[in-house]
């Protein structure tokens, strides 16, 4: 099992930039993909991004594909989302997820990610 525990969410206008980091504790960092995926209010939660956990293999959701990237540092056990050019539709809480087998399986408990116009 693994503890994810996001961190970076905020207030900001739109144009703006966040960064938003996952730290990982548990089964070794390096061994599984990583995702992040959003849950705005009234909506199911949605796929933003991935990462392969060797290679660094990306995908995007096309509605952020251009504006956001994803990454992580294994030595530092951390995933990050770089959110650049966000918009009011951005709004949501942020979750990352560690990935096996193409299916997700422990989530953090998220940050909020607010956009005003």
């Known amino acids: 099992q693994v503890q994810l525990v996001e961190s970076g969410g905020g207030l900001v206008q739109a144009g703006a930039s966040l960064r938003l980091s996952c730290l990982a504790s548990g089964r070794t960092f390096s061994a599984y993909a990583m995702g992040w995926f959003r849950q705005a209010p009234g909506k199911e939660r949605e796929f933003v991004a991935t990462?392969?956990?060797?290679?660094?293999?990306?995908h995007y959701a096309d509605s952020v594909k251009g504006r956001f990237t994803i990454s992580r540092d294994n030595a530092k056990n951390t995933g990050y989302l770089q959110m650049n050019s966000l918009k009011p539709e951005d709004t949501a809480v942020y979750y990352c997820?560690?990935?096996?087998?193409?299916?997700?399986?422990?989530w953090g408990q998220g940050t909020q990610v607010t956009v005003s116009s």
């Open positions: 997820t560690s990935i096996v087998a193409g299916t997700p399986q422990d």
């Open positions: 990462i392969s956990w060797r290679i660094g293999n990306t």
